[in-house]
């Protein structure tokens, strides 16, 4: 498609709403306010065109349901994954888009511009009145674990099993550390920044794969998540759990007033496997603005609304 024919569409849509969707500049658009209002519901009507295409498709893959996701990378790699397996293992058909959201800030904007119908953070939400529309669903919480480097020529140990250890206790090992990032729980922020100044810090590193290949490799010990910790382990690591580090609980928000019939099932059956039963949690006690249950503060929402 030309450039010219885009911009024919985008003058008639504009025409037809009367409304300016976008600013023209000398380096290209922006998006005005009204645009910014008319993005998500368009984000949701292409999601719903979809999945009726998918309902009526007699190929196996054409039009498959289509999921949603953003979440933060501790999610990702916490409890979301069990319940995102058990989901999938339900419904195979379904065709789930990730993506990563850099702080819980972010959540309401993500989910009013329809980039994403449900996401995965920390709660309880720390968004101000925004976030009172939104429902949530704890899933569990996300622990951290010192993983210290393989002992050469030497069997791995049972660590995990050891009592746990506090940052206090690490002053005289190496360690490869994350830069600072928001999506760590104010428990584990405020632990490092007080040891900061007596912590050996071999390197620091953002990405999380490469801390995991260089704490094997023997550079230095790092702090990783429970899943990826025990991964570790197999692979010669010794992790201890850090004390005061597991603050952070991770879960999902949506808004109930938006959500698509696939994401609707989604929660149901997060819900489902965080409770081990398919009871629905207890009616709200009030409504979001527009109709939709919602329980502000960090309590989920009736899933199958």
Known sequence: MTQSTVSQAVHALEKELGALLFHRTGRGMTLTSAGHGLLGPARRILRETRQA??????????????LDLAALPPALDGPLADVLAAFLR??????????????EQEAAEVLASGTAEVVATRLPLDIGRTGDR?????????????????V??????????????????????????????????????AMIEESGPHLVRRAVVGQQETRTAWMLEGIAATLLGSRRAAEAARQGARPIRLRGGTDL???LAWDPRTTSPTARLFVASAYAAT???????????SAAPGGGPAR??????????
């Open 275 to 285: 409770t081990r039963r398919p009871a629905a949690p207890r009616p709200p006690t």
């Open 249 to 251: 609980t991770v879960g």
């Open 90 to 103: 339900s419904n195979p058909e379904t065709v789930v888009h990730v993506h990563e959201l850099g702080s």
């Open 53 to 66: 295409e998918a309902a009526v498709s007699a190929g196996p893959r054409r039009g498959a349901p289509r």
């Open 296 to 305: 502000p503060g960090g309590t989920p929402a009736d899933p199958a609304t």
């Open 134 to 150: 939104l429902a949530t669903l704890p899933l569990g919480t996300y622990d951290v674990y010192v993983a210290r480097p393989p």
């Open 152 to 189: 050469s020529g030497g069997e791995p140990d049972d660590a995990v099993h050891e009592p746990p250890i506090g940052l206090a206790e690490l002053h005289d090992v190496p360690l490869v550390l994350m830069p600072p990032r928001p999506i760590l729980s104010a428990g584990m922020a």
